[in-house]
C-alpha cells in the first residue's frame, strides 16, 4: 500500500468517525430554543406553554410589579437584544418605561409584536383570545412548527373553561356578594359574579375627594370585601376594610406575584381561594 492510499483510508475514516458528531452537534443547534421576550409573566405563561420544547420566554416585568410603573433594567435590555420577538400586551404600547427603550434602539422596533386580545387576561374568556392571538404570533415568527402552536392552543383553549368551570361552582359563596376593589382587580371579580360596588386606583394617584367617594358608595352598599391588587394598590385598601368592618384580600392579575403561582391556572385558582379564605377568616 502506497502512502497516498494510506493516507486517503486514513482521513475516509476519520470522515466516518467525525459524521456522527457533526451531525450530533447540528442536532444540537437546532433544538436551542427561540427566545422570546415577554411584556409579562402573562405573555410568558402563554409562549412558554405552546411552544414547550421550541421557544424560551423571557418576561422584562417583574411578576409583582406594575407594568406601567416599572423601568425595564440592564438585564431587561440584555433579554430584549437578544430575542427574536418582543412580544407585548396592547395597552404596554402606551408605557414610556417600555416603549421608550425599545424607540430608542432602532434593532428592537421590527422584532415587536402586539397582542390583538384587549383586557385583562386573569378572565378566562380573555385568557382564551389571548392564548389563540399569541398563537398566531409564534406561527408567524416559527412557521416550521405553525401547526403545532395552533394545536397546542386549541387544547389550553379547553384547559381554560375547563378549569373557568370549576373555579365557578367554587366561588358560588361569592355571587352577587358586594365588594369594593382596585379598579385593576374588578373585571376578575366581576367574572366570579360579584357586585363590584366601588372601585379605586393607585391611592397616589387618587385624590382625597375621589377616595371618599368611593368609601361612602361601599358604605351604602354594606360592602363585604375590600380586594386589593397586588401590583397596584398592594395592601393600601386595608384601611377602607377597616373602616367598613369587611374583609381584605389582595389578589394578584399576574403569574408569579405570589409564591407557586407560576402559571394563570395557579394564580387564578389562588385568587379565587384567597377571596374565600378572606371571608372565612373575617366570619362573614
Given at each position: 500500500?502506497?502512502?497516498?492510499?494510506?493516507?486517503?483510508?486514513?482521513?475516509?475514516?476519520?470522515?466516518?468517525?467525525?459524521?456522527?458528531?457533526?451531525?450530533?452537534?447540528?442536532?444540537?443547534?437546532?433544538?436551542?430554543?427561540?427566545?422570546?421576550?415577554?411584556?409579562?409573566?402573562?405573555?410568558?405563561?402563554?409562549?412558554?406553554?405552546?411552544?414547550?420544547?421550541?421557544?424560551?420566554?423571557?418576561?422584562?416585568?417583574?411578576?409583582?410589579?406594575?407594568?406601567?410603573?416599572?423601568?425595564?433594567?440592564?438585564?431587561?435590555?440584555?433579554?430584549?437584544?437578544?430575542?427574536?420577538?418582543?412580544?407585548?400586551?396592547?395597552?404596554?404600547?402606551?408605557?414610556?418605561?417600555?416603549?421608550?427603550?425599545i424607540r430608542n434602539d432602532p434593532a428592537l422596533i421590527p422584532k415587536?409584536?402586539?397582542?390583538?386580545?384587549?383586557?385583562?387576561?386573569?378572565?378566562?374568556?380573555?385568557?382564551?383570545?389571548?392564548?389563540?392571538?399569541?398563537?398566531?404570533?409564534?406561527?408567524?415568527?416559527?412557521?416550521?412548527?405553525?401547526?403545532?402552536?395552533?394545536?397546542?392552543?386549541?387544547?389550553?383553549?379547553?384547559?381554560?373553561?375547563?378549569?373557568?368551570?370549576?373555579?365557578?361552582?367554587?366561588?358560588?359563596?361569592?355571587?352577587?356578594?358586594?365588594?369594593?376593589?382596585?379598579?385593576?382587580?374588578?373585571?376578575?371579580?366581576?367574572?366570579?359574579?360579584?357586585?363590584?360596588?366601588?372601585?379605586?386606583?393607585?391611592?397616589?394617584?387618587?385624590?382625597?375627594?375621589?377616595?371618599?367617594?368611593?368609601?361612602?358608595?361601599?358604605?351604602?352598599?354594606?360592602?363585604?370585601?375590600?380586594?386589593?391588587?397586588?401590583?397596584?394598590?398592594?395592601?393600601?385598601?386595608?384601611?377602607?376594610?377597616?373602616?367598613?368592618?369587611?374583609?381584605?384580600?389582595?389578589?394578584?392579575?399576574?403569574?408569579?406575584?405570589?409564591?407557586?403561582?407560576?402559571?394563570?391556572?395557579?394564580?387564578?385558582?389562588?385568587?379565587?381561594?384567597?377571596?374565600?379564605?378572606?371571608?372565612?377568616?373575617?366570619?362573614?
Amino acid at each position: 500500500m502506497t502512502r497516498l492510499s494510506h493516507a486517503l483510508r486514513c482521513l475516509a475514516f476519520a470522515c466516518l468517525c467525525l459524521a456522527p458528531l457533526t451531525a450530533s452537534a447540528l442536532a444540537q443547534t437546532q433544538a436551542t430554543p427561540i427566545v422570546i421576550a415577554a411584556g409579562t409573566t402573562l405573555v410568558a405563561d402563554i409562549v412558554g406553554d405552546l411552544g414547550r420544547g421550541f421557544l424560551t420566554a423571557a418576561p422584562i416585568v417583574p411578576a409583582a410589579s406594575c407594568p406601567g410603573h416599572t423601568d425595564l433594567r440592564a438585564s431587561d435590555m440584555r433579554t430584549l437584544a437578544n430575542a427574536k420577538a418582543i412580544i407585548l400586551h396592547d395597552w404596554q404600547t402606551h408605557f414610556d418605561s417600555v416603549m421608550g427603550p425599545i424607540r430608542n434602539d432602532p434593532a428592537l422596533i421590527p422584532k415587536v409584536r402586539v397582542v390583538a386580545a384587549p383586557g385583562n387576561w386573569m378572565v378566562p374568556d380573555r385568557q382564551k383570545a389571548a392564548t389563540l392571538a399569541v398563537a398566531g404570533i409564534l406561527a408567524a415568527i416559527d412557521p416550521p412548527h405553525a401547526a403545532l402552536y395552533e394545536k397546542r392552543a386549541k387544547t389550553r383553549v379547553a384547559e381554560v373553561d375547563r378549569i373557568a368551570a370549576a373555579l365557578s361552582a367554587k366561588a358560588k359563596p361569592l355571587a352577587g356578594m358586594p365588594v369594593m376593589a382596585d379598579c385593576q382587580q374588578a373585571p376578575f371579580l366581576q367574572w366570579l359574579d360579584c357586585d363590584v360596588a366601588a372601585q379605586y386606583g393607585r391611592f397616589e394617584e387618587s385624590g382625597p375627594q375621589q377616595l371618599a367617594q368611593a368609601v361612602a358608595k361601599a358604605r351604602n352598599a354594606n360592602v363585604r370585601l375590600v380586594v386589593d391588587n397586588l401590583q397596584s394598590s398592594g395592601g393600601s385598601g386595608k384601611t377602607f376594610a377597616g373602616d367598613l368592618g369587611a374583609a381584605f384580600v389582595v389578589l394578584s392579575n399576574f403569574p408569579g406575584g405570589f409564591p407557586d403561582t407560576p402559571t394563570w391556572a395557579a394564580a387564578v385558582a389562588a385568587n379565587t381561594d384567597r377571596c374565600l379564605a378572606a371571608l372565612k377568616r373575617h366570619g362573614k
